[in-house]
């Protein structure tokens, strides 16, 4: 890489690095690589990039002689920050200014109709945002936010104008999220249409696993899986699940993909492209939420074989093969609530949308609650730490959530 082109790179506003130090980083190991062809150009390069206010101190008294010379620092870090005075106006980069907020699809605005919007909720700040909307309105699509905060959408349906249509066609429609343009850009289409299917990512590469489609004699559930490769932007066929799942729920850990629905518990192994058979939970049931947290998987609420919704929550320990039961979560059926399952923070937390009915002057009304509910693990209970403002959206009874890094200037702020 030339001078010109580093320079170009890391002189931007839209640097993706939560730290200054970042930069610096880079452009050490891009001297290193040709030391005695880029030491002249060491001190342009760092008067170009790196923004000095932006470097801890700490770190300004770590940094060899040589270095601090071509930064033009004293090696007292106490002076060098008194030399930067005035200077604190500096810009940040764009990820310095990330949040990391909840982020819910399939939404409606109160005021459009089924139109549909994508709040984003930072609830640290109390802050509300709205994300660019998934292409073409797609709903039910498959979510995914990747270990380096990707933000994945696929499959998914586009909703019919027909109000006695039930029916969706599945789309292959499959689009990566660009933080700083607030939009969504293309990338290979899914092998096979889905509705509802699960994404995980495992061994650098993402699968998409089951769903449904409607076809032939109704509504199928899917058993196929593929493996998306992002560094050649396509698709492959990997050995289906050993059954059809759609409303399957589906973490990774220690590069295998562990998948849960009803009486059906699976592990797959990537590289060896198998799938065994684990031992289920002790209470089956179906649309449960899988959560990742503390090297155990939490298998939260769900719906029994008798149609009734269960709020029973189990734990598996992968390293010792056990499933054991924790307190059920603290809700009443008759709020209807509907649940997703998530880490915020580091911590484990459950986002409810629970309906409330009320009698005024003999007339029945109904209202709407999002509220957000952290697990504390030591003394087994649910304590609701957020509630959405009131009734700035609707959320759907398929409505997901994810949680993601975002960069409020780049959103459209709502509150």
Known sequence: MTKEQLVSILNSDDLNVEKEEHVYESIVRWLEHDRPGREANLAEVFSQCIRLPLLDEAFLGRIPAPFACALLLSKDSAEAKARLAGTNDCPQRLGMTASEMVICFDAAHKHSGKKQTVPCLDTVTGRVFKLCKPPNDLREVGILVSPENDLYIAGGYRPS?????????????FWLYEHAGNRWLPRAPLLRARIGCTLVHCCGKLYALGGRVYEGDGRNALKSVECYDARDNCWTAVSPMPVAMEFHSAVEYKDRIYVLQGEYFFCYDPRKDYWSHLAPMSVPRSQGLAALYK???????????????????????????????????????????????????????????????????????????????????????WMKVYETPDRLWDLGRHFECVVAKLYPQCLQKVL
């Open 161 to 173: 104008n027909s109000e006695v249509c039930i029916d969706h066609r599945a789309e292959s429609d």
């Open 295 to 381: 090297n155990c998987i939490y298998y939260i609420a769900g719906i029994c074989k008798n149609h009734q919704r269960t709020f029973t929550v189990e734990v598996y320990d992968i390293e010792s093969n056990t499933w054991s039961g924790k307190r059920d979560l603290p809700f009443d059926q008759a709020t209807s609530p509907y649940i997703k399952a998530m880490l915020l923070q580091g911590e484990l937390h459950v986002f409810v949308r629970a309906t409330q009915v009320m009698v005024e002057e003999h007339v029945f009304r109904t209202s709407r609650k999002n509220s957000l509910y952290q697990y504390d693990d030591e003394a087994d209970v």
